[in-house]
């Protein structure tokens, strides 16, 4: 499973967000870190699946990304949902953003979903303005910030692949509730899927132990 790469790291102060559960530049002890910035890309090799922790000198700030996929190229679906084509990967990210080169200072939380498949599909997501989550009894509901697409390379002897990414910004405060769900029903645009407890343990852990 793919999730976004570097383009990530050149996190810079990006629109801000508007949260739909109600609840730039950054400095060292005042602010809090922006949304990713996604400006299209025009080229990148897509990264292998895998936490991510990294530390932005120029913000102050420590980005630590939980990966949760939905579809695999491989596999029709992962967790329950909407039938996809196989040619096409779906991808949670949890980016946790910390003040300071630690992991001790939540300050924000952005949930970012990825879309790769062949261009011949079209875009997906373009259309988002929200994602809505029901953790158990509790409903939530967040504004789209940010969105982009970019080519990517998934194997160099295949043409490129389109991936698009679409960003919300979630409340520090509603973490608790999502992460000890029995499992949380997503729904953005026509598409359903459902995350079970099990999935959330490596955000639950994040959450807990930071960077180790």
Known sequence: ????????????VCASASVASSAGQLTPQ????????????????????????YYDHEHNATYLNVDIPLLSRNAAKIMGGAASSPARELALTFQLVYKGATTADLSAVYLIVESTAAPEQGARLNAIKQIEINADDYHYSYERTDYKTESVEIN???PAEQRESVVFKLLPDDLP???????????????QYTIRSPQ??????????GED
């Open 177 to 191: 509730q999502l992460t000890n769900a029995n499992s949380l029903k997503l729904k953005f645009g026509a598409e």
């Open 30 to 53: 005042e602010q809090k870190p922006a949304a990713p910035s996604l400006k299209k890309v025009e080229r990148t090799e897509a990264p292998p699946a895998r936490p991510r922790k």
């Open 156 to 158: 160099p002897t295949s």
């Open 200 to 209: 959330l343990a490596a955000l639950r852990s994040a959450l807990v132990n």
């Open 1 to 12: 499973m793919r999730c976004l790469k570097l383009v990530l790291a050149s996190i810079c």
